[in-house]
């Protein structure tokens, strides 16, 4: 028998407002995610209650975020993983923990256009993404990490349309549908309606490094 429980928790604060100029109305806000998992196993017969492989027991973000009212935004942040997840079951293997750094920045444009860059790992670390789970590491030499990405830079472009749908331009591209749309993504990158399309809404999306605007 297992248990599967955790928290996951956000929090966020604006610490500064107006910094270059009264009633300037740029801002700073400091946000935190936080995800404590806690899954096991309960009196089991050959691990007892031994932490399940795979999966880190605490998971923090921290941001930074500047904003301006013209929509510039200037956004650092940190990934700590204070400790990584075992690998196997008996819990005799663990992965490192890691701390990486990394910035997001806009800015919006006219007619519905923005632009966005983000860099990841900027110091370029070495780290532990992933791991196989095996049953006992003890007495093994087992190739079951799976090293991270090293420093990376994505940008691109956003177009967002009435329908409530973005169509961004970048290293891949991808489109949103907020409510129901018959809008479509090529595989060539151009916007097609697709008569054949259900009614509903959707998401179609290649790979974006990105994450997606929040749906007004």
């Known amino acids: 028998r297992t248990m599967h429980q955790g928290v996951e928790f956000a929090a966020s604060a604006e610490l500064l407002r107006d910094i270059f100029a009264p009633d300037a109305g740029d801002a700073l806000k400091l946000s935190q995610v936080w995800t404590w998992n806690d899954f096991r196993f309960v009196g089991d017969r050959d691990f007892?209650?031994?932490t399940l492989a795979g999966i880190p027991r605490h998971v923090l973000r921290t941001t930074?975020?500047?904003?301006?009212?013209?929509?510039?935004?200037l956004a650092p942040q940190m990934d700590w993983v204070p400790g990584g997840a075992y690998?196997?079951?008996a819990n005799t293997l663990q992965a490192p923990g890691y701390v990486l750094l990394g910035v997001q920045a806009g800015m919006k444009l006219p007619y519905g256009l923005s632009f966005f860059v983000e860099a990841r790992n900027l110091t370029n670390r070495h780290y532990i993404s992933d791991v196989t789970t095996i049953v006992d590491a003890r007495g093994l030499d087992p190739r079951v990490f799976y090293p991270g990405t090293g420093r990376v830079i994505y940008g691109g472009l956003r177009l967002a349309f009435s329908l409530g749908a973005v169509w961004a331009i970048g290293p891949a591209a991808h489109i949103y549908a907020c409510r129901p749309s018959r809008l479509r993504l090529s595989d060539h990158g151009a916007l097609l309606f697709d008569s054949r399309a259900p009614r509903t809404p959707r998401r179609r999306a290649h790979r974006l490094p990105a994450s997606p605007p929040p749906c007004p």
Do not use: A, H, I, T
């Open 64 to 73: 930074l975020s500047y904003w301006r009212p013209d929509g510039l935004y």
């Open 48 to 50: 007892g209650d031994n």
């Open 87 to 89: 690998v196997d079951y």
